[in-house]
């Protein structure tokens, strides 16, 4: 299975966990935290043999630096340290250790005189020993978990590299005719949010998977096509295979979704779906249990005093400071649930400028980290707290998401926010709740805004409401009709 993304890779290995054999292919420091625990070095070194032998050799690392320490002391105190180091050897749990502590006492006769010399060298010879049996250890496991594999999760950039990597072999490996390369047992390819994939892309995988009969595409033309430099004046508007193929053929729908509220879904099928989508049962009942207060907000503010400006050196960005305070008092008042929860939280805005400043304010008041070396602003490694823009969100889902809208002007200029695939992300990322931060004067004065203002205030039951800026709500009225939207 191949992304775009290494967030979609993490949001897919963290469903596969414990269904069925896979790996995670992809750089360390980019992959997410949940696929990180499925990479082939990390199914390796968590292995209860490996485990075994990586323990016994820091046994023996530990025991060599405490008679390294008192190499120039006196004979008595080595002796001393030495006889000390036996007696743990002898309650240790590993047997290695002990046969070391059993083969050193052999060697001095009872002389305790020769301890330090015997055990010394002999932990050396051990510490050879640990280290052989640890590598083969680790290449019969590596073999065990490749040719249980039955799937390989990576990016669309690495799948070629990736797979070959996986494949290389040791000598005991090629002398085994019942060895079948990964690459060789692979014969289907899924390749996750494929309307975000050009189509040059898409030969990566044709061109490096020679063995693959079979192409499964999951999408959805209704969001975001490939990012693409070209300009595509008098040209298609289409770069992507997917969104090009859905132009002319008929495309089955996957009409049920397993993600967001009931409420969020019937906004989303309502504005891109004729209507069509529906929430699978159980999901329903599950985010109706967990529901606490409005299920899709709308926080707004007045416009004078609190319009965006262009960031410094950006022309083509835009931030909205009188929002982002907004946001960082509503972080915090939904951190404190959703800690005791367990739960998670996206910030989502539609400008890198915004994205910018919003990171350096959160992580200044604690919510994000920063890097040691850098001090940019990260994302905490419990992935309870994320900040992205839209397009990067795309693959993503998270308990409770904020939207920054940053737009607010006399002109009621929205920019690319008029653009329906990118709405349709924005506002589907949500399992939970939906909270939208936006000055309505601009944003929702005409068009799709204001079918989502509209909606989330007409039409979808108990505790949705808009609230403004001069602290008013208004509560919508009907009942949920159980209808929703897939990714």
Partial sequence: MSCVSNKAIDSIAEKFAERLPFIVVGREERVGTTARQWTLEAQINRNPDVVAWVNTKTEFLDASKRLELVKDDSVEYQEKEATKILDNFESSAHSTIRQCGDMTRFRIGGVTSKAYTALFNLIEECLRFTNEELSKTKRKVSRLIRRACRAVLTTIDSCGSAVANLDTLDDEEREGAETKS?????????????????????????????????????????????????????????????????????????????????????????????????????????????????????????????????????????????????????????????????????????????????????????????????????????????????DSAQGSEADVVILSMVRSNPKCAVGFLANQNRAVVAISRAKDKLIIVGNEETVAARGLWRRVLNEANASGGSGRSITTGKGGKGKGKGKDKGKGKSK
């Fill in 182 to 390: 990964i690459a060789d047992r692979l014969s289907i390819a899924v390749l996750d949010e494929a309307g975000t994939i050009p189509e040059a892309k898409v030969c990566v995988v044709i061109a490096n998977l020679r063995q693959i009969t079979r192409i499964v595409a999951i999408g959805d033309q209704q969001q975001l096509e490939p990012f693409t430099n070209i300009n595509r004046r008098g040209t298609a508007q289409t770069q992507g295979y997917f969104h090009r193929v859905a132009r002319v053929i008929q495309l089955p729908m996957l009409n049920v979704q397993f993600r967001m509220h009931p409420q969020i879904c019937e906004l989303v099928s309502k504005i891109a779906y004729d209507n069509e989508l529906r929430t699978d049962p159980d999901v329903r009942i599950k985010r109706l249990e967990s529901s606490r207060g409005p299920v899709i907000s709308w926080i707004s503010y007045p416009m004078q005093g609190n319009q965006e400006s262009e960031p410094e050196g950006k022309a083509s960005s835009y931030i909205n400071k009188h929002e982002i305070k907004l946001i960082c008092d509503q972080v915090n008042t939904e951190r404190s649930v959703l800690r005791q929860q367990r739960k998670n939280l996206l910030i989502i805005t539609f400008y890198r400028g915004q994205l910018q400043l919003l990171r350096e304010e959160l992580a200044d008041s604690g919510v994000l980290s920063r890097d040691k070396k850098s001090q940019q602003p990260i994302d905490p490694d419990d992935g309870s707290v994320r900040v992205t823009t839209v």
